[in-house]
């Protein structure tokens, strides 16, 4: 499975951006797909995570303002983030997962900083 995500970028506090995320390969019909973001000197994190049937989860610092959804018939996941604040700078990696699985598989990370 590869995944190529898109949209990162510089955006000013309170702004939005909208991630793109296409998984390709061998893709399970039931899978979870989902973002993650790393910012420096910190550990990888759950921002959001989709399950194929569109069950959503969201990091509780995120809740409110950004959005996971997917296209099943493209295998490609979106997150669209809004009021952006400095804390969000990460760079944000998508992820691909198969139901039932254990091996996680991640698209190449984009940038995403968030200041004036």
């Known amino acids: 499975v590869q995944l190529q995500a898109s949209g990162g970028g510089l955006v000013q506090p309170g702004g939005s951006l909208r991630l793109s995320c296409a998984a390709s390969?061998?893709?399970?019909?039931?899978?979870?797909m989902g973002w993650y973001r790393q910012a420096p000197g910190k550990q990888r994190e759950l921002v959001a995570a989709?399950?194929?049937?569109?069950?959503?989860n969201y990091a509780d610092s995120v809740k409110g303002r950004f959005t996971i959804s997917r296209d099943n018939a493209k295998n490609t996941v979106f997150l669209q983030m809004n009021s952006l604040k400095p804390e969000d700078t990460a760079v944000y990696y998508c992820?691909?997962?198969?139901?039932?699985?254990?091996?996680?598989?991640w698209g190449q990370g984009t940038q995403v900083t968030v200041s004036s």
């Open positions: 390969g061998s893709i399970f019909k039931i899978n979870v």
């Open positions: 992820s691909y997962r198969q139901v039932p699985g254990t091996r996680d598989y």
């Open positions: 989709i399950t194929s049937g569109g069950s959503t």
